[in-house]
């Protein structure tokens, strides 16, 4: 069956400009997280949303990033005036509750 | 807070021996467990998982792990690694209480030569 998937798989932007990154869950699964994995920090948990639940946005490391995640299905994460440190590949995964996570391919984001 | 703590950052291995990635993890409560696998240009891929009951699980490909509660660990073995099994290795804790999300621990690259 399809799994998740992420648009776009690579992302090449300038400082300062916003991004947005978009994920296909497996349908039927009601959690959807994003991560992101970076060379020096290793694979981070950045927000979770579970149903009608409020997102748990615990993991966003600023106020310029985002996420929403429409008819509880398809998530857009967006960052606003992008850095350098933003460079990363950022992973959506879904699962059905709490249960096992199914990660997608990624998109790689490079920011110059 | 929670953490993972994984031993070995890179190993290297010859084909047939035999590996255990070392795993701990820092929560006070009940805990859920992971390894994830990564092959070369691939996405993360579930090996096992420990949930409750029996300590000693299995999973794909001939990886198993064991949950040690009193040592806070959980970790991946398998008897005779192959070629194939290069790739990195990440074990993760979803903490009882903490929703969903998963707490990665930074990763251990296997090499295995020929």
């Known amino acids: 069956g399809a799994g998740v998937s992420q648009s776009p798989s690579n992302k090449v932007t300038e400082k300062g400009k916003d991004v947005e990154l978009r994920c296909d869950p497996i349908s039927g699964h009601t959690a959807l997280y994003w991560y992101r994995q970076s060379l020096g920090q290793g694979l981070e948990f950045l927000i979770y949303?579970?149903?009608?639940?409020?997102?748990?946005k615990s993991g966003l490391p600023s106020d310029r990033f985002s996420a929403e995640r429409t008819g509880g299905s398809v998530s857009t994460l967006t960052i606003q005036r992008t850095q350098q440190e933003d460079s990363a590949v950022y992973l959506c995964?879904?699962?059905?509750?709490?249960?096992?996570?199914?990660f997608g391919p990624g998109t790689r984001l490079t920011v110059l | 807070a929670q953490s993972v703590s994984q031993h070995n950052h890179h190993v290297i291995l010859s084909e047939a021996a035999s590996l255990e990635l070392g795993c701990n993890y820092s929560y006070g409560g009940t805990v859920n467990l992971f390894w994830y696998v990564q092959y070369p240009g691939q996405h993360l891929q579930l090996l096992l998982k420990?949930?409750?009951?029996?300590?000693l699980v299995k999973g794909i490909k001939g990886f198993e792990a064991e949950f040690i509660k009193s040592k806070f660990s959980f970790n991946l073995r398998k008897p005779a690694v192959q070629w194939s099994d290069t790739a990195e290795y990440f074990c993760a804790v979803n903490g009882e209480g903490q929703g969903g999300k998963l707490i990665f621990g930074q990763g251990t690259e296997l090499s295995v030569k020929p």
């Open positions: 995964a879904s699962s059905f509750r709490a249960d096992t996570q199914y």
């Open positions: 420990y949930f409750s009951g029996d300590p």
């Open positions: 949303f579970q149903g009608n639940s409020a997102p748990d």
